[in-house]
């Protein structure tokens, strides 16, 4: 079984084309990057949020997950949820629900109140799982990461394997 030192991209990792990166050159601990690309959100029809301003978190293995400010989401379909999670790099998670006309997307979405120091800029931001909506980044729609749990985003530009894919178990 191959075990990461978080020297070098494993053997079994696809290099990278012009264009792309390799979520095995992400770091661990994980650092935040301000993404001006233009990220929509939508369930249903209805446009959740619309940003420029969006931070990406990458980590060693993940597909970047997408935090948007809440300045430039539709606040007014956010509704509390239950449950808390802890990152031991970011903090306290809590969740939200999205309320749509006629059904509500349950605990599809997250944020960090009180963030660690070194995550602080995700505070007044929201983390969504792709999965259940229609998340775009430049036009171009995101495919959620593989497993239940996570909430990776994986576009064209990004390549893998993936933790969450079947046999990462161990990475």
Excluded: N
């Excluded at 990152?87 to 998670?93: I, P, Q």
Aim: aromatic share 12%; proline share 12%; glycine share 10%.
């Amino acid at each position: 079984m191959w075990h990461w030192t978080g020297d070098e991209r494993p053997p079994f990792a696809a290099t990278p084309g012009p264009g792309q990166e390799s979520v095995w050159d992400y770091p661990r601990p994980p650092r935040l990057a301000l993404d001006a690309r233009e990220v929509v959100i939508g369930g249903d029809g209805i446009e959740i949020a619309r940003t420029r301003r969006a931070l990406r978190v990458l980590e060693t293995a993940s597909p970047p997950t997408f935090y948007l400010p809440l300045a430039d989401l539709k606040a007014e379909l956010l509704q509390s949820a239950s449950g808390r999670s802890f990152c031991e790099w970011k903090g306290a998670a809590v969740y939200w629900s999205i309320v749509l006309p006629g059904r509500t997307l349950a605990r599809v979405a997250w944020s960090y109140p009180d963030p660690t120091p070194a995550f602080a800029a995700l505070r007044d931001h929201v983390g969504f799982y792709p999965g259940p909506l229609d998340c775009r980044i430049d036009g171009q729609r995101v495919r959620p990461q593989p497993g239940h749990f996570y909430a990776g985003w994986i576009t064209d530009e990004v390549i893998g394997p993936f933790k969450g894919d079947p046999g990462s178990e161990g990475w």
